[in-house]
């Protein structure tokens, strides 16, 4: 199909996606990336940012590489695309090492049009011989403001995305994404080196959205202004907190209080407990989700009725992408900031901690420096312990990301630890010492036995994916028998380091003569409390809201939205 061909055969693409319409920006996009040069697109969150890559990856051959930073992102819009006969595909963590390895080979024979990978996945080698066996048309970078250090969510490996795109020949690319300021849009564009691209901005507004903002004096004083907001209300809705702690509070004192069915959503969740409430509250089965900002990032549900900010974050670019996921199908909903002045004081813990100081990251490096182990395998709350500067195990990990942008170490996966297990060759089998209704337990120790064979009394390193797929029960269950078998006084099991571990390319590099710019960094520092003020001021004016969001934009043409707290008269 030539390209002509495939412009005028847009609607019937359109229509493969269920859609008879284009909204807002859509086919400009669309067109543009048909004819093969290309764009940053900025889109309101709702606003189909996703069908201006899925559309072009329908109508041309070759293969698109989508970029996106959730696992849940991109099983939504695989899973949908499927649904459509849409030769789509993923490849994360999710997946067993054998599933990711037939994907890899699916990848090169050319089997799908469209990829959907996490930024990390393209350092792995195996993954980059895998696209460069197969033609691709189209890189797409989701959320690319995750690109700028000047943005609200700077990902070092967003940063390398550049050179990426380099080694692929700099192929043609979209870069996407609803929050990104005129300095911000400027780097992403020079990081990627798309000198030549063209900026589709279609407008900030959100003429559905009414913006408000209550003066708290104390946590008690929200407390009260949620239940007031939430009391007979039967619409679903985010509520949006600062720490995991606060999360779990408030999703006991909703329950039990207001009898609300509501859910908690933080990192410090298991994957399958984070995937579950997910689940829940796309079915309907919660009506509220409390969440730090780990939930939201392309989630489909289009019918929030109110984003509701308990703590307010840090920027307001932030503010602007988590209240935008309210009323994505159009109609009126509410986005409300509770705020008061300890909301500052936490903002600020936040930036110190990922912004650490030069002695800090001299610290940092000089202990790890002389560990001789390669690799280290200390988490930050370790290497904490061991330094002479006082720190917070946050800190030293915004350190060790800084300190591994200078090329001199490098932080390996998590999925590369491997469990250690030794069994002594007092006895042929450790099967006799169990109960007889212990079945799985037994099940499990012939197994590790079986992947043992005759290296009794020494260290034997498995991976625990490949263990839990022998065993066909998932990693939970089987680390509950395997810490049972640990009470025989034969078998030893130490399970994986958990942490990242450091890896040192060289370690004949003094600090002083890293690569580290710390003039930009204190630049960045100060960014980040000018970030902040800005976000406070959003709290405390008087003037319209939404038209202050969009001057930070850039907009110079908005004007009052008629509906928000201010324009009503009202007083927070």
Not at 241 to 256: D, Y
Not at 393 to 417: D, K
Request: charged fraction near 25%.
């Amino acid at each position: 199909m030539t390209v002509s061909e495939s412009a005028l055969d847009l609607s019937a693409a359109l229509a493969k996606f269920g859609l008879q319409t284009f909204r807002r920006g859509q086919k400009e996009v669309i067109e543009h990336i048909i004819s093969g040069k290309d764009c940053l697109c900025v889109m309101p969150t709702g606003g189909g940012k996703s069908l201006c890559y899925q559309l072009p990856s329908l109508v041309r051959p070759g293969m698109t590489i989508v970029v996106s930073p959730l696992i849940a992102l991109m099983k939504d819009q695989v899973d949908g695309l499927e649904r459509r006969g849409i030769s789509a595909t993923l490849i994360n963590s999710s997946l067993s090492l054998q599933e990711q390895s037939e994907r890899l080979d699916q990848v090169a024979s050319g089997k799908f049009s469209m990829v959907y990978v996490a930024p990390e996945r393209l350092r792995n080698p195996r993954f980059l011989d895998a696209i460069r066996a197969t033609p691709v048309q189209l890189l797409a970078i989701d959320e690319a403001h995750c690109i700028s250090e000047w943005g609200h969510d700077f990902r070092p490996d967003y940063h390398r995305l550049g050179k990426f795109r380099e080694a692929l020949g700099n192929v043609q690319t979209i870069a996407l994404t609803a929050t990104a300021t005129p300095r911000v849009r400027t780097d992403i564009l020079d990081s990627l080196q798309l000198q030549t691209a063209r900026t589709f901005i279609t407008g900030f507004a959100r003429d559905n959205l009414y913006f408000g903002s209550a003066f708290c004096m104390s946590d008690r004083d929200k407390d009260k202004h949620l239940s007031d907001f939430l009391t007979g209300r039967d619409e679903s809705g985010i509520i949006y907190v600062a720490t995991r702690k606060r999360c779990e509070a408030l999703v006991e004192q909703l329950g039990k209080e207001l009898k609300l069915a509501v859910g908690a959503y933080h990192a410090g969740l298991l994957p399958e407990q984070r995937k579950l409430v997910q689940e829940k509250f796309m079915a309907g089965e919660l009506k509220a989700i409390v969440a730090t900002n780990a939930f939201g990032m392309g989630i489909d549900k289009s019918d929030l009725r109110y984003v509701i900010h308990y703590n307010m974050p840090g920027t307001l670019e932030a503010y602007y992408q988590e209240a935008g996921r309210a009323g994505r199908d159009g109609l009126l909903s509410q986005c409300v900031l509770l705020f008061s002045p300890q909301d500052r004081y936490i903002q600020e813990f936040f930036i110190e901690n990922a912004n650490p100081s030069k002695e800090l990251l001299r610290g940092v490096y000089n202990f790890l420096a002389s560990c001789p182990e390669d690799p280290i395998e200390l988490t930050a709350e370790e290497i904490k312990e061991q330094i002479p500067q006082s720190a917070t195990s946050e800190a030293v990990n915004s350190a060790l990301q800084i300190i591994s942008r200078t090329g001199v170490l490098e932080r390996l996966e998590v999925a590369s630890g491997l469990a250690m297990f030794r069994l002594t060759n007092r006895m042929s089998t450790f099967v006799d010492l169990l109960p007889r209704d212990a079945t799985q337990r037994r099940h499990v120790l012939r197994t590790v036995e079986k992947a043992i064979g005759d290296r009794r009394d020494e260290a034997v390193y498995i991976h625990p994916r490949w263990l839990s797929e022998q065993l066909g029960m998932d990693r939970e269950q089987m680390v509950r028998h395997l810490r049972e078998l640990c009470k025989l006084e034969d078998f030893e099991y130490v399970p994986p380091f958990r942490g990242r571990a450091i890896h040192f390319r060289r370690k004949d590099v003094h600090f002083d003569d890293l690569k580290i710019d710390h003039a930009t960094l204190d630049a960045r520092r100060k960014a980040d409390y000018e970030k902040l003020d800005q976000m406070v001021g959003y709290a405390r004016t008087k003037a319209c809201r939404q038209k202050t969001i969009l001057l930070y934009f850039g907009d110079t043409t908005a004007s009052d939205c008629k509906i928000c707290d201010r324009c009503q008269g009202r007083s927070g």
